[in-house]
């Protein structure tokens, strides 16, 4: 494994890169927000990104990072969990939500980390104490992340235990292109989501129903061409989104047994460099189209941000959880959940 200094923040804090990798693929991870900052696919950059870490201060897109406490949004900034109100920061203020965490979230902490290698890979676990009150949240929470490179396995397993009940719901922000980040827009490429439904959100993006994908242009059951036309197709769901930005309901039917853990098929992703399969035991997906993926910041390399230039697929408990009762780590109990995308050898 590979580490060197990155870059350093405003106030001086140096940022260190690691590098971990197989001859398929290589990661470079940062300790600030835990963000992947490459992906090398077959040596081609498959990851949004900057080369500098003022990038992602300037940039509100989370780019590549780990979210946290509460990944996507918790209506109105507020929850009740055991009888007690608890107000969020609404740092989605347009729309009065809580987003990924809040002022501070887990992308804008440094992370202790510590490699490993071992006949399964080169492993990097990276880990955080959150502390009971911050951003406003119950219970200190101990957070375990575990990024493994193995042939031409990429995953992610979150792991966190909490001392008193809190919302919590970890996801990963990579912004990725199968084209190749320098390469096209997504509107060549295919994608399928194992998915009979989803979550219909209203003008805030809160989802207020379940709802099959049949008949609508959410239905990716069978590999779909990601469009233009249907990026900015006229359907209400579609609109409220500005685009592709919505939750789906993972069916269970089919699954790989992965480090010891049934991991369900969510998603597989189709471009000029070959296909990615997202498997999970979460039970949901955010497919985020990269819709406001525009500014003047460049990417690496002075790459121009496009919208719907990469694509997301957070795997998640459905957003607003706290405020249907879901979601929900008990004092004590064992968080444990795991991505893997599985790349064409
Ligand atoms: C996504 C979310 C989008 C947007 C994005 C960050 O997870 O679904 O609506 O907020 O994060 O730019």
């Known amino acids: 494994m590979k580490t060197y200094i990155f870059d350093k923040l405003p106030d001086g804090r140096e940022v260190t890169a690691y590098e971990i990798g197989s001859e398929t693929l290589g990661a470079t991870i ?20 900057y080369d500098k870490i003022e990038g992602y201060l300037v940039s509100d897109g989370y780019q590549g990072a780990l979210i946290g406490r509460y990944a996507n949004r918790i209506r109105g900034a507020k929850f009740t969990l055991n009888g007690v109100e608890y107000r969020l920061a609404a740092n989605e203020e347009a729309r009065g939500n809580h987003l990924h965490g809040g002022m501070e979230g887990y992308d804008k902490k440094f992370w202790a980390v510590e490699g ?49 009940d809190t919302p919590f719901n970890m996801t990963n922000h990579a912004y990725l292109n ?3 980040i320098a390469g ?8 399928m989501i194992n998915a009979d439904e989803m979550s219909k959100v209203d003008e805030n993006l809160i989802p207020v ?27 209400e769901q ?43 035991d979460k039970p949901c997906v955010q497919f985020y189209a990269a819709n406001f993926m525009e500014g003047a910041y460049p990417f690496k390399g002075g790459l121009v ?22 979601a929900i780590l008990r004092a004590g109990d064992k968080y444990d959940y795991t991505a893997l995308f599985r790349f064409d050898d």
């Not at 129903?209 to 359907?235: H, Y």
């Not at 941000?305 to 879901?326: I, K, M, S, W």
Request: aromatic share 10%.
């Open 30 to 49: 940062l300790n600030y927000g835990g963000i992947i900052q490459k992906l090398l696919y077959k040596g081609t950059d498959i990851i949004g990104g």
């Open 116 to 164: 490993k290698t071992d006949c399964d890979g080169e492993h990097l676990v990276l880990t955080l104490t959150d502390p009971d009150g911050n951003e406003n949240y119950p219970g200190t929470v101990s957070v375990r992340v575990t990024y493994s490179v193995c042939g031409a396995d990429f995953s992610i397993r979150y792991e966190a235990v909490s001392d008193k």
């Open 178 to 180: 199968m084209n190749g």
């Open 184 to 191: 096209d827009t997504i509107y060549n490429e295919t994608l």
């Open 209 to 235: 129903a379940k709802v099959p994908v049949e008949g609508t242009p959410f239905d990716f059951r069978t590999p779909k061409l990601l469009s233009r036309e249907l990026m900015f197709c006229d359907d």
């Open 238 to 280: 579609m609109q409220k989104g500005q685009g592709l930005d919505h939750n789906f309901y993972i069916s269970a039917d089919e699954a790989t047994l992965y480090q010891g853990k049934k991991l369900a098929k969510a998603a597989v992703y189709t471009g000029a460099l070959g296909a990615l399969t997202l498997y999970t």
């Open 305 to 326: 941000r496009r919208r719907n230039g990469a694509l997301c697929l957070e795997t998640q408990f459905a957003p607003d959880g706290p405020n249907r009762g879901e």
